[in-house]
């Protein structure tokens, strides 16, 4: 078994590993999803939110053992590098990897339980949800931060970002599913347009992202717009042709 916390949780590590290891019979159920399972627990006075990482197959099993850190390990290293460079993000409390003779088996990550209004899947599919277009430009200038710290979150789906409004005509943002990013020197435009690519099939809302875009960075519009909208066009066809192959699967074996 491997453990670490945050030092600053280190007065309650026991309180933590007893919450991982008796993960599956108390805490209360917050998302219950067929890979991982989060659940929320009360430490130190503080909500700690809880995500159990589904069980590796057996070749991930060695693969996270020998030569990969674990989804739960990575969760917990990039929230810390995250906070370092001034991104939102929950903050960390602890993870544990837990092995047997052929490799990892389950895994736990714990960060503080972030409230938040919305995530911005809302804005994608409410339609004129309030301060729409407020909120996306903010949060635009949050993704430009991200870039320009060389950021590159493989996860930028629109459930991975939660927003907290904090005051009138102020939100902050909150990244999550932190398990898969890279870390660059500095990020091209077309890999930076790339990476917004899975938010939004919306051309509307592709258009103000690349206009906020080309306003902060000094781009051309019309060159954000068109990356953006390429890019995001070949994510949707990918997108709804795997969901066709796993629908015509699914009626193969009925």
């Known amino acids: 078994m491997i453990f670490e916390v945050n030092p600053a949780f280190q007065s309650h590590q026991q309180e933590i590993q007893t919450v991982f290891q008796q993960f599956e019979h108390s805490g209360t159920d917050f998302i219950v999803g067929e890979r991982n399972h989060i659940k929320l627990f009360e430490i130190g006075g503080q909500t700690i939110n809880v995500k159990s990482f589904k069980i590796p197959n057996k070749l991930n099993q060695f693969v996270y053992k020998y030569f990969r850190k ?35 088996q389950k895994s736990y990550y714990a960060s503080i339980h972030q409230e938040y209004d919305l995530t911005f899947r809302e804005l994608v599919e409410i339609k004129d949800f309030p301060e729409e277009e407020l909120i996306l430009r903010n949060f635009t200038r949050f993704c430009y931060k991200i870039h320009q710290a060389g950021i590159e979150f493989k996860d930028h789906s ?13 939100y902050e943002f909150y990244l999550v599913d932190l398990n898969r990013m890279n870390f660059h ?14 938010l939004t099939p919306k051309q509307e809302m ?16 019309e060159k954000l717009f068109k990356l953006l909208w390429d890019f995001t ?7 709804h042709r795997k969901l066709k192959a796993k629908q015509k699967l699914k009626s193969f074996f009925k």
């Open 70 to 104: 674990s989804k739960a390990r990575r969760s917990f290293e990039f929230a810390n590098v995250l906070l370092e460079k001034g991104i939102g993000t929950p903050t960390p409390v602890a993870f544990q990897e837990n092995f047997n003779a052929f490799g990892l």
């Open 158 to 170: 629109p459930g991975n970002t939660l927003i907290k409004k904090t005051a009138d005509n102020q």
């Open 185 to 198: 020197e500095s990020m091209a435009t077309e890999l930076r347009m790339k990476n917004l690519s899975r």
């Open 206 to 221: 592709v258009e103000i992202m690349a206009d906020e875009y080309a306003k902060i960075s000094g781009e051309n519009f």
């Open 233 to 239: 066009s070949e994510f949707q066809t990918r997108y």
